[in-house]
Structures are given as structure tokens and as C-alpha cells.
């Protein structure tokens, strides 16, 4: 095995050819093995017919991990995709975690446009301050941490994003989140917004209160926006103000 091996961990971005990075795009080009959830691969559109293209379904995350450091002992050079960043929320993580029982391998994490940041180019500034962000996915975490780092984040006054916020079998949980905000002193006319389907076909964004949004269904490919105390809304952008004297 090349005891210089390098597994590269892509962030694609949101989706959206032109919103991938330069160095993703090399990195992906010079690669002989692909590893990706099914729905990233989908993603790529077919623009890598050379490739080996390998994936796993969700909740199969470490295996795919495996396949890659599999892959690279085998002498292949190997990306691993995740969508957005993949040091956000992604597979850089548990690329790192399995990294001691391979030895000669090297991790190089390629990074992407987050959805905080490309859902926020959309609705205006919503995260022009501090700002934190937060997945409602209790998968992982229990809902309990959830809640307190919700309450943490109104009491900072921190703009809010949330990604995962709501799925078939947590179809209450952005409602949740959203009462625990105002149980926590958020106001009901606190300025919000969300964006649907970022970088892909049919994306949509809008703005709304508070109250609209405890009240507002959406899914896994929604990113939700909650303004600290100071943002607003103006012809339908989020602002969330820097601070300059204007």
C-alpha cells in the first residue's frame, strides 16, 4: 500500500454544479473511487462516467467510511462526498474516528458550501452576526441536549439556523423547537425564515414571524433561519444588522 495514500472527504455544496468548489471539482476529477450515499452520487449527474461509483443507504454511514479506507488499501485514490460541508454535520468526523485502525492512509477534508451559508445568501443576511446552528435530528443526539443548547442560543441572542428540522417521524419537532424559544423569551414576531431545496430545482425561500413559523410544515430539505432579537424583515429578506452606525 502507498504509505502516502490520501482519502479526500468532499463537500459538494448544495447541490448546484456552480456552487462546488474548484478544488471539489479537481479533487473529484483525479479520483479513481467515489464513495457516497446513493442520493450525493445522484448529485453528480453522471459528470464522472470513468469512475468507480460506490455507495451505501442511510444509517449505513460507517460502513461507507470503511469502504473507503478498503479502497484506499487496494492502491485507489478515493473521495468520499458528503453534500454541503462535510465537516458540517457530514463524514469528516467519523473518517477521523476510524483513522487509527488504518495505518499509511491520510484524511484531506476538501471544503463546501454549508447550507447556512447558501440558504442565507438566499433569504438576505440573516447570519450577518453571531450566529449558531443546530440540527433537530435526535438520531444522534437526545432530544434533551437539543433543547438545551436551544435555550443556550435565545439566551446568547445568537441569529439561529436549524438543519434537519423536521422528518416523517419528527414531524412536530420544529413546533417544538419553536416553543421552547418563546418559553425562553423569544418573541412571537421575531423575524424567521426558511429555504427549501437549496440549490436545486424548484428552491424556494420565505420569510416569516416567529408564531408563523411554530406553525409552518416543512421537511429534511427545509433550512430554517431564526433572527436574534435586532434582526428584521424588509421586502422580504431576513436582515440580521452588523452593528455599523448607518
Known sequence: MNSNNIIYIVGLGPGDEKMMTKQAEEV??????IVGYTLYLELLGGRYPDKELLSTPMKREIERCRLCFEKAHEGKKVALICSGDAGVYGMAAPMYELL????GVELCVVPGITAAVSG??????????????ISL???????????????AAID????????????????DYLKRACDIMLEQGATQDRACG???????????????????????????????FIGNS????????????????I
Open 137 to 151: 435530528s435526535d438520531l444522534l443526539t437526545p432530544f434533551e441536549l437539543i433543547e438545551k443548547r436551544i435555550r
Open 120 to 133: 442565507a445568501a438566499l433569504l438576505g443576511a440573516p447570519i450577518n452576526h453571531d450566529f449558531c446552528v
Open 100 to 103: 487509527p485502525e488504518y495505518e
Open 28 to 33: 473529484l476529477a483525479g479520483c479513481d473511487v
Open 194 to 224: 426558511y429555504v427549501w431545496n437549496i440549490g436545486r430545482e424548484g428552491a424556494s425561500s420565505r420569510t416569516l414571524t416567529l408564531g408563523e413559523l411554530r406553525d409552518t410544515e416543512v421537511d429534511m430539505f427545509t433550512t430554517v
Open 230 to 245: 435586532q434582526s428584521y424583515i424588509e421586502n422580504g429578506k431576513l436582515i440580521t444588522k452588523r452593528g455599523y452606525r
Open 156 to 171: 446568547g441572542d445568537f441569529a439561529i439556523v436549524l438543519y434537519n428540522p423536521s422528518s416523517k417521524k419528527r414531524s
